[in-house]
C-alpha cells in the first residue's frame, strides 16, 4: 500500500499535466488524499494492535523492571501470580491490567500517552513512573467479577459492604491489608525470580 501511494505522488508530482481533465483531477485525490490517509489509518491500526504485546510495554528501557517484577516468585506479588499462572495472557500481560491506561483511552489520554512517546525518544521519562489516576478496580473486576472465588472469597463476602465497596471502586483492590505487593521495582535485587519452563 505504502509503496502504491508513492508511486501515485510521484506520477502526480512529476506530471502535473495529468491533472487536466477530471480523470487526472481524480487521480490527484486519491494519491494525495484518499491513499496516504488510507495508508496512516492501516499504519496506525496495525501500530494500536502491536502496542497491546508485552514485548512492545518493555521494549521502553524504564518499563524493564515492571517486566521482570512480572517473574518474582512469591505468590502475593499480584502482577506476578497472574503473569507466572496464565491468569491473563503473557503476551498482553501490561496491556490486560492497563486497559485503561493513556494509549487506549480517550483522546485527553491518547495526548498524555504521546508525552509518554516524546519522553522516550526525545526528553527525560519519569524515574520511577507513577500512574495518572489511582489503579481502578474495574481492570480487576472484567476478569474476577463472577468468579466464584472472588465473589466466595471470605474477605470479600465477609460483610456485604466491602464487596459493594469493591465493586463501586469505594474501597481498592490495592488498599493496606489486600492486595498490596504490585510492582515492587525498588526491591527486586532482593527478590527470587521464576523461571519459565522451556
Request: net charge neutral.
Amino acid at each position: 500500500m505504502i509503496f502504491i501511494a508513492i508511486l501515485l505522488v510521484a506520477a502526480v508530482m512529476l506530471r502535473p499535466s495529468l491533472t487536466g481533465g477530471r480523470g487526472g483531477k481524480v487521480l490527484a485525490f486519491v494519491a494525495l488524499f484518499l491513499f496516504p490517509v488510507g495508508v496512516a489509518f492501516m499504519g496506525a491500526s496495525e501500530h494500536m494492535e502491536r502496542s497491546h504485546q508485552t514485548e512492545f510495554c518493555l521494549s521502553c528501557h524504564i518499563m524493564e523492571p515492571y517486566g521482570r517484577s512480572l517473574r518474582i516468585d512469591e505468590p502475593q506479588y499480584l502482577p506476578a501470580a497472574h503473569f507466572q499462572n496464565a491468569r491473563i495472557p503473557r503476551d498482553q500481560a501490561c496491556y490486560a491490567c492497563h486497559t485503561d491506561y493513556v494509549m487506549y483511552g480517550t483522546i485527553r489520554d491518547k495526548i498524555r500517552g504521546m508525552h509518554h512517546v516524546y519522553a522516550q525518544y526525545i526528553g527525560h521519562p519519569a524515574n520511577p513512573i507513577h500512574l495518572y489516576t489511582p489503579f481502578n478496580n474495574r481492570e480487576c473486576l472484567h476478569c474476577h467479577e463472577g468468579a466464584r472465588s472472588f465473589e466466595e472469597g471470605v474477605v470479600h463476602s465477609a460483610d456485604p459492604t466491602v464487596m459493594a465497596g469493591i465493586k463501586s471502586n469505594q474501597i481498592s483492590c490495592l488498599s493496606a491489608g489486600c492486595h498490596t505487593s504490585v510492582h515492587d521495582v525498588a526491591h527486586l535485587t532482593e527478590l527470587k525470580f521464576w523461571q519459565e519452563p522451556k
